[in-house]
């Protein structure tokens, strides 16, 4: 049923995680919606099916995803039980901690207590003995670093997880938390972060921060949750994001935003590809980017993403017009 394992590894790129010896695909698929109790389970296990046999073999998790909170951990589990899991040692699985996940003091950000409880939880949903990358998912101000980062190095000396990494840390808190891991004598692994054509923060710092410390880089939303796609073009469709309410909104789309949504849409149809592919290649032109995180709701989406592997990279006048478009 499923691709023989020349076909599936052949058709992917990996590159190597910053300066560590792991190496990720060109692209990823995460779970932060689409995989929660309300969703169609099958579909799910077509996703994830479709993506391996593609030679996506990393798969991103954190413990607040679904809806419910939860969900999306619990329904990955059941299907490794029933598909995915006889190929364990062949794939990448993350998961995170930092947003708020269950109540009093000790559900939330970065203390000791919070991150031990957490990847607890976070193993036992999915039925995993161990996790391969897991983050701190935000900053947390209020606690010292050598707490925060003292907790991962000791996830990693319990075999909870093979490596650590840090999401949406500004570039001095990435410096920071990159020398402690270190004083730690546990390498950070990564950086996850939003990084799209609608979303140009990281270039303002954290690219450097990243280049300085040698660590990986993952982009997290690369479509800006679907707006850089032809979806929304002729309006809300049913089955969106936006329609099912999760955090995207319909006045996230404003007039101007849709302007430069149809004007990259052009410059996709000239080159003969979709804006998702056009979307993704973006992200991919810098040399910092280990692989590229992205969301789906079908196959489909995931087969079309996909192909970006075999396509040339942006020339510089395409990636000019971009530019003018993007202001
Ligand atoms: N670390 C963090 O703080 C953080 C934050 C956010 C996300 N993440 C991670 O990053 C992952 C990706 O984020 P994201 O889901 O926002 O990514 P995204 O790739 O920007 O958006 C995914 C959405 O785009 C649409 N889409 C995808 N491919 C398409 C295609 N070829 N044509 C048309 N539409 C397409 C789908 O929308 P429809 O559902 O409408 O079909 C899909 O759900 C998450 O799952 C999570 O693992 C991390």
Redesign the pocket.
């Known amino acids: 049923m499923y691709l023989a394992k020349a076909d599936r590894y052949d058709g992917m790129k990996y590159n190597y995680c910053g300066e560590s010896g792991l190496k990720l695909p060109f692209l990823?698929?995460?779970?932060?919606?689409?995989f929660g109790f309300k969703e169609n389970f099958e579909n799910m296990g077509n996703m994830l099916m479709t993506a391996f046999d593609l030679g996506i073999t990393h798969f991103?998790?954190?413990n607040n995803?679904g809806p419910p909170p939860g969900s999306a951990e619990t329904n990955f589990g059941r299907h490794l039980n029933m598909e995915l899991g006889a190929y364990r040692d062949q794939i990448i699985v993350s998961s995170?901690a930092?947003?708020g996940m269950w109540e009093g003091p000790y559900g939330d950000f970065g203390s000791r207590k919070y991150l031990m409880a957490s990847i607890n939880q976070s193993l036992k949903r999915t039925g995993l003995e161990y996790f391969d990358i897991f983050?701190s998912?935000?900053p947390d101000t209020d606690t010292p670093i050598e707490e925060t980062m003292g907790a991962l190095a000791d996830i990693v000396r319990q075999g909870k997880a093979l490596y650590v990494g840090i999401?949406?840390y500004n570039p001095d808190q990435t410096r920071a938390a990159v020398a402690e891991l270190n004083r730690c004598g546990v390498r950070c692994l990564i950086h996850?972060?939003?990084y799209?054509m609608f979303n140009r923060t990281s270039e303002r710092g954290l690219f450097d921060a990243i280049n300085e410390t040698g660590i990986g880089s993952i982009a997290?939303?690369?479509?800006?949750?679907?707006?850089?796609?032809?979806?929304y073009i002729q309006g809300i469709?049913t089955?969106?994001?936006?329609?099912?309410g999760?955090?995207?909104k319909k006045e996230d789309i404003t007039e101007e935003k849709l302007n430069k949504i149809i004007m990259l849409n052009e410059i996709a149809k000239s080159r003969g590809i979709?804006?998702?592919?056009l979307?993704?290649l973006w992200v991919m032109r810098r040399s910092e980017m280990t692989s590229?995180?992205?969301?789906?709701?079908?196959p489909?989406?995931?087969i079309?993403?996909a192909a970006i592997v075999k396509m040339p990279p942006l020339n510089a006048d395409e990636q000019t017009e971009i530019d003018k478009i993007l202001g």
């Open positions: 990823s698929l995460g779970m932060w919606y689409n991103d998790l954190a995803y995170k930092g947003y983050y998912h935000r999401s949406n996850q972060h939003s799209s997290f939303s690369p479509l800006a949750q679907g707006q850089l796609t032809d979806r469709p089955d969106s994001r936006i329609a099912k999760y955090y995207l979709k804006l998702a592919q979307a993704l590229v995180l992205i969301g789906a709701s079908k489909e989406q995931i079309e993403n």
